[in-house]
């Protein structure tokens, strides 16, 4: 199983980015999916996750109105379009498969992990 995660980058505050995860060597819709992020010194948190067809969505209250988690199960892809950034959502950004408990869009416990993809806003 294979998560490739990229579009992290550099952006200044107020500014968007959108990011992808390609998933190869599952079969990508018997999983939810999940995006999360760590910032310096801090613990990995969920920053928002979708249901395997698309029909349940959670966000963390810090990116509501922000950002949006949508999939493409023909593609095996799960995108994260994030608008208006601020400095604080600075972070290693991963996307994560669960299929074990894919009925909790909650949960922290996923199967399968991509490699990170960095996000700096600057101020």
């Known amino acids: 199983v294979q998560l490739q995660a990229s579009g992290g980058g550099l952006v200044q505050a107020g500014g968007s980015l959108r990011l992808s995860c390609a998933a190869s060597?599952?079969?990508?819709?018997?999983?939810?999916m999940g995006w999360f992020r760590q910032a310096p010194g801090k613990e990995r948190r969920l920053v928002a996750a979708?249901?395997?067809?698309?029909?349940?969505?959670n966000y963390a209250d810090s990116v509501k109105g922000r950002f949006t988690i949508s999939r493409d199960n023909a593609k095996n892809t799960v995108y994260l379009q994030m608008n208006s950034l601020k400095p604080e959502d600075t972070a290693v950004y991963y996307c994560?498969?669960?299929?074990?408990?894919?009925?909790?869009?909650?949960?922290?416990?996923?199967?399968?992990w991509g490699q990170g993809t960095q996000v700096t806003v600057s101020s």
């Open positions: 979708i249901s395997r067809y698309s029909t349940s969505i």
């Open positions: 994560a498969a669960n299929a074990l408990t894919a009925w909790d869009l909650s949960t922290s416990e996923y199967d399968y």
């Open positions: 060597g599952l079969t990508f819709s018997r999983y939810a």
